[in-house]
């Protein structure tokens, strides 16, 4: 167990809704990333928060927007689905943000499917 | 750009058999690597990853990284595999400040 944690585990919904997914970083760490995980792109880097302040940017479509609260948990936000964002949505957090020694911790991740 | 190669989607190894799971990367300036493991239906724990120093990195559940700069290769070894070591295995780069950038993974049957 990495001390992440996300909700819900699987998520199932219809194309043009909107979805929030929960990710809760180990206790101590500053810093959240999300990750999305499909067939077809692999693992892509979505977005990263670090105590509240977006610190990067990946692939991420402007369907897509996330934050982090003040107590450290972050949300990301899916709207106007399409099919093709079926995946399993990954949060993950570190201590810091940006320091090369700095290892990221994995949730359990969030099974997204859209019908 | 920054990138990571796992030349293999599959590696097939007999229980008690040395392992190996390849990986090259390319960056600019110095790399920052790292395995991860996936379990079915799991998320990605960390193995392990090499920052600087030492070229032969041990980590968690007796696995080892072998960094080679002149290669520009982080190989992933056991000298003995187990069943239990079935699963799918990422490599990742990250330079400071950046996130992971992984690569498309391997998955790893140990037969008994």
């Known amino acids: 167990d990495s001390g992440v944690t996300q909700t819900p585990k699987h998520l199932i919904t219809a194309t043009g809704q909107r979805v929030t997914l929960r990710c809760s970083p180990r206790?101590?760490?500053?810093?959240v990333y999300w990750y999305q995980q499909s067939l077809d792109q692999g693992l892509q880097f979505l977005i990263q928060y670090y105590n509240g302040e977006e610190r990067a940017k990946g692939n991420i479509l402007e369907r897509f927007s996330a934050q982090q609260f003040p107590d450290l948990h972050s949300e990301l936000n899916l709207s106007s689905l399409e099919l093709g964002d079926s995946a399993l949505y990954f949060c993950?957090?570190?201590?810091?943000?940006?320091?090369?020694?700095?290892?990221?911790?994995f949730g359990p991740g969030t099974r997204l499917t859209v019908l | 750009a920054q990138s990571v190669a796992q030349p293999e989607d599959q590696v097939n190894v007999a229980e008690g058999n040395p392992l190996t799971v390849k990986c090259t990367y390319s960056?600019?300036?110095?790399?920052?690597l790292f395995w991860y493991v996936q379990y079915p239906n799991r998320g990605l724990q960390f193995l392990l990853k090499?920052?600087?120093?030492?070229?032969l990195v041990k980590g968690s559940y007796g696995f080892e990284a072998e960094f080679n700069k002149s290669q520009t290769s982080f190989h992933l070894k056991k000298p003995s595999a187990l069943v239990s070591d079935s699963a799918l295995y990422f490599c990742a780069v990250r330079q400071a400040g950046t996130a992971l950038i992984f690569g498309k993974g391997t998955t790893l049957s140990v037969s008994s």
């Open positions: 993950a957090s570190s201590v810091v943000a940006g320091t090369p020694t700095d290892t990221q911790y």
């Open positions: 090499y920052i600087t120093g030492d070229n």
């Open positions: 960056v600019s300036g110095n790399p920052y």
């Open positions: 206790s101590g760490d500053l810093s």
